[in-house]
């Protein structure tokens, strides 16, 4: 048996394990994970900074560089991501639905977890801690594939979690990495249909894409970010530029971050300008079509590449449109699903955004950067789904369950359930 497929085997025998963890458990192994995370802040840095290190020697873009990096305060978030999963409900258990029927039996509905969830993912080593945190408290083992990239990082961590397991008398298997960075191991993940229940991928959109097309288990598909922000004719300056900015330059390497604006020619000759201003400032080149670039000297002309791409980097797409109907349907056209917003001060036009704007968060007034498990109420996130079954948006606790159904013959007249049953066939 290989390395992967003995590792995927124990993290199914732990899914027994985790199905009837009680809470008090899972809140105190959380706990204790957090509380570890700011006691070995130091080792993790140090590992952390092994990977900084080779990605500067591989010449990795500054934009990822970010993604990868951590820093005291950016453990101090992952610890309190931790501690906020623990103070959420379980929802394991839960019973959605409960009724009698007829015949004699009671049925409940009740929520249940997927069992196994593999991650694949790339840079960001929060995403280990967060998907330990999410699979935990939702009562799944946790099987993660990292990037090579984060490797030092993701291992300090993982031994951290499979610690904070320990102490607390749950199974260290609710945990597990794969470590190896050869290729061929990843695609042997990717085929452990018999042992992994659901693979969700989170990176690039070449990454999401391999997986989609490579994996035998069932994929979760948490797209790419190509992120719109359309400023209406009836937008408040005031409102518009902040949103932008932050939307843009808070992290660049983030899938939330917005790469394309929108704005209407009613306004253009005003706001243009000062938002050309604005992005100078924040060192953001703009990429704009015809009619923008007339407004934005020193930007570079826009092709038809440049509105459907996500930059992860200090650029940003400009198309000057004539309609809220033109502005949505070039949205519609050239994003990922993943978050669009609309800046106007007209309640019908922002509804009209928020109804016909196919995207798994829709906007009015507010940065696309909004779109987090965390700022969500969550705790964390398993990833953000672009795609429309099972999960859309940002998958908390409860997107990483499903449900079976408890059925009673609460009447113990065998003979009705079973007269019941043959009319019917």
């Given at each position: ?101 007829p015949s004699g039996i009671h049925i409940s509905k009740v929520r249940v977890p997927l069992g196994v969830v593999g991650i694949i993912y790339e840079s960001r080593p929060n995403v280990t801690a967060d998907a330990f945190a999410i699979c935990l408290k939702s ?75 490579e994996s035998r288990i069932p994929v979760i598909e948490t797209g790419s970010g190509n992120c719109h922000i359309y400023v209406d004719s009836e937008a408040d300056f005031n409102k518009a530029i902040p949103i932008i900015i932050n939307a843009k330059t808070q ?154 159904y408890l059925i009673r013959n609460t009447s113990c007249k065998t003979g009705s359930v079973r007269a019941s049953v043959t009319q019917k066939l």
């Amino acid at each position: 048996m290989s390395y992967v497929e003995e590792l995927c085997k124990r993290a199914k025998m732990a899914s027994t394990d985790l199905v009837s963890l009680p809470t008090e458990k899972k809140n105190a192994a959380l706990h204790t994970a957090a509380s570890l995370m700011r006691l070995k802040s130091a080792e993790i840095l140090s590992a952390n900074d092994i990977d900084i290190a080779n990605g500067r020697a591989r010449n990795m873009p500054e934009s990822l560089l970010d993604r990868l990096m951590l820093t005291e305060e950016r453990i101090k978030g992952i610890a309190e991501g931790l501690d906020q999963v623990v103070s959420l409900p379980d929802p394991i258990g839960e019973i959605l639905d409960d009724f009698d029927r007829p015949s004699g039996i009671h049925i409940s509905k009740v929520r249940v977890p997927l069992g196994v969830v593999g991650i694949i993912y790339e840079s960001r080593p929060n995403v280990t801690a967060d998907a330990f945190a999410i699979c935990l408290k939702s009562g799944n083992v946790a099987v993660l594939k990292g990037g090579s990239d984060a490797i030092e990082s993701n291992k300090a961590i993982v031994r951290i979690l499979r610690q904070a397991l320990l102490e607390n008398g749950v199974n260290e298997d609710a945990v597990n990495l794969i470590e190896s960075t050869d290729r061929k191991d990843t695609e042997e993940f990717m085929q452990m249909r018999q042992y992994i229940d659901v693979l969700i991928p989170r990176g690039s959109a070449g990454l999401i894409r391999a997986v989609v097309n490579e994996s035998r288990i069932p994929v979760i598909e948490t797209g790419s970010g190509n992120c719109h922000i359309y400023v209406d004719s009836e937008a408040d300056f005031n409102k518009a530029i902040p949103i932008i900015i932050n939307a843009k330059t808070q992290r660049v390497g983030v899938c939330n971050a917005a790469e394309s604006l929108v704005v209407h020619s009613a306004i253009s000759s005003a706001f243009l300008p000062l938002l050309g201003k604005a992005m100078k400032e924040h060192g953001v080149s703009l990429r704009a079509d015809e009619r923008s670039l007339l407004l934005l000297p020193g930007s570079e002309s826009a092709d038809e590449t440049d509105f459907g791409k996500e930059y992860l980097d200090y650029i940003l797409s400009v198309k000057t449109v004539d309609s809220l109907d033109e502005a949505i349907a070039h949205i519609n056209k050239y994003h990922t699903g993943h978050s669009d917003c609309i800046i106007t001060e007209n309640t019908a036009s922002a509804e009209r955004f928020l109804n016909e704007v196919d995207s798994a968060c829709v906007y009015v007034n507010a940065s696309t950067r909004f779109t987090d498990g965390f700022e969500f109420g969550f705790g964390a996130e398993i990833g953000i789904s672009t795609q429309k079954l099972h999960a859309r948006g940002p998958m908390g606790l409860k997107e990483l369950t499903s449900y079976k159904y408890l059925i009673r013959n609460t009447s113990c007249k065998t003979g009705s359930v079973r007269a019941s049953v043959t009319q019917k066939l």
